[in-house]
């Protein structure tokens, strides 16, 4: 596609159910970044995947989010018996293994809502 | 600890006015600065893109200084609009591997 898809575009779901976010990085772009935003919040760094690799996973909340990326293509991030908590905004963004003009392309988000 | 830091975190402006984001990174060695704007309920949107030899960089109302020696950049609003209400957000690149480090942006709103 010619930009960052993510789905499903809005979630609701029940406290302690699980969820999985799904996240179409730009075709070639090996750097893929998750990260969530609450409401009236900036951007909180989840995990960094570079092809199906995943360097960075520091800013996990919890042992409940997990995320894998395969193919060096499609992401998937998993919360597992979500909480309040956990809702917000989750925001995929790629970046192609470029130099001086490396920029990241962010999708539309998934917005995550546990009730 | 986060390797870019912005503020003020949150301000509110009225329309017409002007005002200047802070970005201050540690990100060493530095290849690129790049500020985005994110409309609520939308992806962020890159405005402008600076390279370690670049100090100034505009994109109409939009313009972003930068200087590598104390890693520091700045974004200048002017003439504010409501339409810039939204989040600003800096990112910066690392040289050598493009590791992308993101701050938590800048809430500006913009009221008449």
């Known amino acids: 596609g010619a930009g960052v898809s993510q789905s499903p575009s809005n979630k609701v779901t029940e406290k302690g159910k699980d969820v999985e976010l799904r996240c179409d990085p730009i075709s070639g772009h090996t750097a893929l970044y998750w990260y969530r935003q609450s409401l009236g919040q900036g951007l909180e760094f989840l995990i960094y995947f570079q092809g199906n690799s995943a360097p960075d996973k520091s800013g996990l909340p919890s042992d409940r989010f997990s995320a894998e990326r395969t193919g060096g293509s499609v992401s998937t991030l998993t919360i597992q018996r979500t909480q309040q908590e956990d809702s917000a905004v989750y925001l995929c963004a790629s970046s192609s293994q470029g130099w001086e003009n490396t920029e990241a392309f962010f999708g539309q988000g998934t917005r995550l809502t546990v009730v | 600890k986060n390797q870019v830091e912005q503020s003020p975190q949150s301000l509110i402006i009225l329309e017409g006015k002007n005002c200047t984001l802070q970005c201050n990174y540690t990100v060493s060695p530095f290849s690129n600065l790049r500020w985005y704007k994110q409309d609520t309920g939308r992806g962020p949107v890159s405005l402008t893109i600076?390279?370690?030899?670049?100090n100034t960089k505009s994109n109409g109302r939009y313009t972003a200084t930068l200087d590598a020696d104390t890693k520091q950049s700045s974004l200048h609003i002017t003439a504010s609009q409501l339409s810039d209400s939204a989040s600003y957000i800096c990112?910066?690149?690392?040289?050598?591997?493009?590791?992308?480090?993101f701050g938590k942006g800048n809430q500006v709103v913009v009221i008449p």
């Open positions: 600076m390279t370690f030899s670049e």
């Open positions: 990112v910066v690149t690392g040289y050598g591997n493009n590791r992308l480090a």
